[in-house]
């Protein structure tokens, strides 16, 4: 299946701005506006939406949401490892007023200082750069397992109290990226590697076919996306991004899409269903 929502674009200019933590991957660019694009299609058209990210690491998922997305009222991040937030926190703030500003100005600085064009560029990239949504958003540290703790969190930043409408989240794969937070602080570069990836051809976004139903429920992918849907209203859409041929579900849930590029499976599901499963 083709791209129906992210059109080819070279989005180096952004990577460059971004900032990552070393050894976490991140979603390429163009995968992450496909996935919400395609999650769209199964909400209300043309309201404005909350989207959560609850494994958001350095934030960079939601930051490319609110940089080529339309209608974005609110982005909220959370973790069970907090010492990527300080990173999410860095990048979410390009979204506000003057924020890409100040990073083109941050960048000059080592520039200067360090004389690398590398930087330069950057400062040149961020300043081409015009979000597509100015939501307001929050970060904090939460185990999305951990019900309470992440109630809290939304609760926060939920100020129309419907909750969120979709929920993206690259599901921890790796020895860097796990189901719990990580005892050492990955480290946090003052210049990005590239994070979300330039959008090169990676092949046509493929329809998975018929998936292995997960009835096991000591699946910490099918632990977690329970964990998620409690939280949310039947309505919204979880989308899950994980590595190899399938994301999986709990037995009996049916999937509104499922999809696959590269070494990357995703899925789409009511939360409702999740729920019910």
Do not use: I
């Not at 991957?25 to 939406?49: C, I, K, N």
């Not at 010492?83 to 999410?88: I, K, N, R, S, T």
């Amino acid at each position: 299946m083709q791209y129906r929502h992210a059109p080819a674009a070279n989005h180096a200019a952004l990577d460059a701005v971004l900032a990552s933590a070393p050894g976490r991957p991140t979603l390429p660019v163009r995968l992450t506006v496909e996935l919400a694009g395609r999650a769209r299609a199964h909400l209300p058209a043309d309201a404005p939406l909350t989207v959560w990210d609850p494994c958001c690491g350095a934030g960079v998922t939601l930051t490319v949401l609110g940089l080529l997305v339309p209608g974005l009222a609110r982005l909220v991040g959370t973790d069970a490892d907090p010492e990527p937030l300080d990173l999410a926190r860095r990048n979410l703030a390009l979204l506000d007023p003057g924020g890409l500003t100040a990073r083109a100005a941050d960048l000059d600085a080592l520039a200067a200082r360090h004389d690398k064009p590398s930087y330069a560029d950057a400062a040149t990239a961020a300043r081409t750069l015009v979000p597509a949504s100015t939501p307001a958003w929050s970060v904090a540290p939460a185990d999305a397992r951990d019900t309470a703790a992440v109630r809290s969190a939304l609760a926060g930043a939920d100020r129309y109290g419907t909750g969120p409408d979709l929920v993206l989240a690259d599901l921890p794969h790796g020895h860097r990226t796990t189901w719990a937070a990580s005892p050492t602080r990955p480290g946090a570069a003052e210049m990005p590697a590239p994070a979300a990836g330039p959008a090169r051809a990676a092949g046509p976004v493929r329809a998975a076919g018929p998936a292995r139903a997960a009835d096991d429920d000591q699946d910490p992918g099918v632990e977690f996306l329970r964990a998620v849907a409690t939280v949310l209203r039947p309505d919204a859409v979880v989308v899950a991004v994980g590595r190899g041929r399938t994301v999986p579900l709990p037995g009996g849930v049916r999937p509104l899409d499922r999809v696959r590029v590269g070494h990357r499976a995703a899925v789409l599901v009511r939360a409702g269903a999740l729920r019910e499963g």
